[in-house]
């Protein structure tokens, strides 16, 4: 069997190549190969957010999840869901000016510049970090299904030359081709892999009376359960790969079209992929919970499993693809550019492949510290939960000063810091402090500013 999953990634691993082989003409200039030329339509917008987020985290990290909490892991991603219907709401706020390209388009119409880069830097963090756990992912899935041919370090080797080596060829343009691929092969997998185990074992059935499996909040508890979703719906608002994608749109209309359509899509795998997980548990009770997923191969037919796998193994990329080209868009755009001082599109282009290889490097080496998947997100995504609260403040109360903004960054950053150092985050999340540090800074910002001080 194992010799079929070598065969059918080896095919797959092709078809993704001779993809950003052929795209790599439309992706001669900056422009197309960071934001496809501003001419991607509907259904290449859906496929690009519905991949955005069903990623490592969602699929990988949703089985592990739920795998531990059961159905209350879902939670983790209702925020995203909630965040995709407010952005199309707001699009056109964000995309104020067609020529956008990341977060500082959006935050530099509001705040000063050192406060624009202060929050690019963050958005970068976190884009880099979500890039690692697709490749962390990627790392376990391979590893789990081709055991003894391919160790845990080599899966994630092998995950992050593929998509990187195909972004690196046809920037952004090779991510919406190769995310339609990805979605085709997602849906149909998934699905496929896990109605067979729901239908042909009695696992569902008989989590359903083991403590805290169907229960809404689970173990988690109402308030970790809804700080979850918060949080996720803070870091999904203005998350960079959305406002990339937004970018790449021929037009506002489309991409608000394209936006609803690709978060439709995402649902119903998501929920298939908790499932799964919780089928894990009945059937393998005793497993490491990363390998919840990939495990299930075990259990169904060969002509099903190469689908099951592909199922798997694509959300890793089709997440990580957008991360890394908003991450590479935001770094050339943002901070290379300017300090090279590049100006001839030809050398930009060239920046931006050497960036996106160099950021698909930088998230390998990031893979080998990561633990659990779905809490690490959560607390880096407090990052990007203090540029929403900064962006949000800015458009509610007018003229605020930028001074304001950047100490609710630094202030952010260093409650993270020492929750980590003193164990705080143990005892509640960071986001709860961050959420009342800048909400209190903020406030005073409007106050003294309507004293005239």
């Given amino acids: 069997m194992q010799g079929i999953y070598l065969f059918s990634i080896f095919g797959y691993i092709c078809l993704l190549w001779l993809t950003g082989v052929y795209v790599t003409r439309r992706s001669r200039s900056s422009e197309a190969y960071l934001v496809a030329s501003r001419g991607l339509s509907v259904p290449f917008i859906s496929v690009l ?27 983790f991603q209702v925020g995203i869901w909630i965040a995709m219907f407010v952005t199309s709401i707001l ?115 008989q989590m359903v009376s083991k403590s805290h499996y169907f229960q809404p909040f689970g173990d988690l508890g109402v308030t970790q359960a809804l700080g979850w979703a918060y949080i996720n719906f803070t870091l999904g608002v203005l998350a960079q790969p959305v406002i990339n994608t937004a970018s790449s749109a021929k037009t506002l209309k ?10 439709i899509i995402a649902i119903p795998v998501v929920v298939m992929a908790a499932l799964c997980g919780i089928a894990a548990k ?67 282009l060239l920046a931006s492949r050497v960036t996106t290889l160099m950021i698909g490097a930088i998230s390998l080496g990031l893979g080998f510290f990561v633990k659990e998947i779905l ?49 705080f985050y143990r005892i509640i999340h960071p986001i709860w402090p961050v959420t009342i540090y800048i909400y209190l800074l903020m406030l005073l910002g409007v106050c003294l500013k309507r004293q005239g001080t």
């Fill in 91 to 205: 699009l056109g706020r964000i995309m104020a000016d067609k020529k956008t390209y990341s977060i500082l388009d959006v935050v530099g119409s509001l705040y000063d510049k050192k406060t624009t880069r202060f929050a690019g830097i963050l958005q970068l963090i976190f884009s880099i970090w979500v890039v690692t756990m697709q490749i962390v992912g990627g790392g376990a899935i391979l590893s789990v299904i081709l055991k003894g041919k391919v160790s845990f370090q080599m899966g994630m080797f092998m995950t992050t030359v593929v998509f990187t080596l195909y972004n690196v060829l046809g920037g952004f343009v090779a991510t919406a081709y190769t995310n339609l691929i990805h979605i085709c092969a997602i849906v149909l997998g998934i699905f496929l892999g896990g109605l067979y185990v729901v239908i042909n074992t009695d696992a569902l059935s």
């Fill in 282 to 348: 009945n059937i393998f009770p005793e497993i490491p919970s990363i390998s919840a997923l990939p495990i299930l191969l075990n259990i169904v037919p060969p002509y099903i499993a190469v689908l099951f796998l592909l199922s798997m193994w694509a959300p890793l990329m089709s997440s990580g693809s957008p991360f890394l080209m908003g991450a590479t868009t935001l770094a050339v755009k943002g901070y290379i550019a300017p300090f090279l001082k590049i100006d001839n599109d030809r050398r930009l």
């Fill in 254 to 263: 489309e991409g608000k079209k394209g936006i609803i359509i690709g978060n």
């Fill in 49 to 75: 957010i519905a991949g955005t987020w069903i990623g490592g985290v969602s699929i990988v990290g949703m089985a592990q999840g739920a795998y531990i909490h059961g159905i209350s892991a879902l939670w």
């Fill in 375 to 423: 809490r690490e997100v959560t607390w880096i995504a407090v990052l990007l939960s203090a540029i929403v609260y900064i962006v949000f403040s800015g458009w509610v109360f007018k003229g605020i000063k930028s001074i304001y903004a950047f100490l609710s960054l630094a202030g952010t950053v260093l409650i993270l810091f020492f929750s980590f150092i003193f164990g």
